[in-house]
């Protein structure tokens, strides 16, 4: 009988600590970030390829067109239940904070501007940045990042680096230093200034292809000169 309660009492215990461990995994802080490989998500654009549109207090539109720069994209999943810090967000350049496009840099203008991303072939479409340098990641929820950095630099740098920090602890846990983590990616910019070069020419051809709609050689019968004429 001993032997059986012993049993029992182990087996209890085993499946308190198998919760407990269960517990812990499902409510553990966590982000996963998504990217291409070898920086494929990163993008030269050129002068105005990409736009801030927004409408003034008086219902007229304006439009603040970017730089020469570099644009890059990430997705960050939350599965946790928690929302999740992040801060120290920015780009750096020759080892110096540089600058960043966040709703925040047109404060000045408007609390919403809407950021549009003008493909050479496909067209505009509207892209999501930052709200701010800090903020938070929701709980159990999905944020597609568009992360852009204007390069006025002359020589280019040779690379740039991007990078934030989130509230999860990591390993071994202890220290100021491990109560958060840290992403970070690295990007060659030494072919930059080729791949600008080269995108600047197809969008002058783009724009030289465009067909001009030819001015009407007679006056349109429905015109009040042609009726003048006519009497």
């Known amino acids: 009988m001993e032997i059986i309660i012993s049993i029992i009492s182990i087996l209890i215990s085993a499946l308190s600590v198998t919760i407990a461990i269960l517990s812990f995994a499902s409510n553990k802080a966590e982000l996963i970030i998504f990217k291409s490989k070898d920086g494929e998500d990163a993008l030269p654009v ?8 927004y409408t003034d207090s008086k219902k007229k539109e304006h439009t603040i067109n970017s730089i020469e ?11 946790s239940p928690k929302d999740i ?13 540089a600058e960043m496009w ?39 929820s999905f ?28 390993f ?12 970070i990616e690295e990007f060659s910019l030494k072919s930059f200034s080729e791949i600008l070069q080269s995108k600047n020419k197809v969008m002058q051809q783009l724009k030289e ?17 042609h009726r003048r004429h006519r009497k």
């Not at 944020?143 to 602890?169: C, E, G, N």
């Open 46 to 53: 050129i002068s105005g390829e990409l736009k801030a549109v």
């Open 69 to 79: 720069g570099l644009l890059f994209h990430i997705q960050v999943f939350n599965p």
């Open 85 to 97: 810090a992040y801060f120290h967000m920015g780009f750096t350049l020759n080892d110096r904070p």
């Open 102 to 140: 966040t709703k925040k840099s047109f404060a000045w203008a408007t609390d919403d501007p809407k950021i549009l991303y003008y493909d050479l072939l496909h067209g505009p479409s509207e892209i999501n940045i930052p709200d701010e340098r800090q903020g938070v990641f929701k709980a159990h």
């Open 143 to 170: 944020t597609p990042l568009y992360l852009y950095m204007p390069i006025d630099l002359s020589p280019i740098p040779p690379k740039a680096s991007f990078q934030f920090r989130y509230a999860v602890r990591r």
């Open 172 to 183: 071994p846990y202890v220290g100021k230093a491990h109560r958060y983590s840290e992403f």
């Open 209 to 225: 292809s465009k067909p001009q709609q030819a001015k009407p050689s007679q006056t349109p019968p429905y015109s009040k000169k």
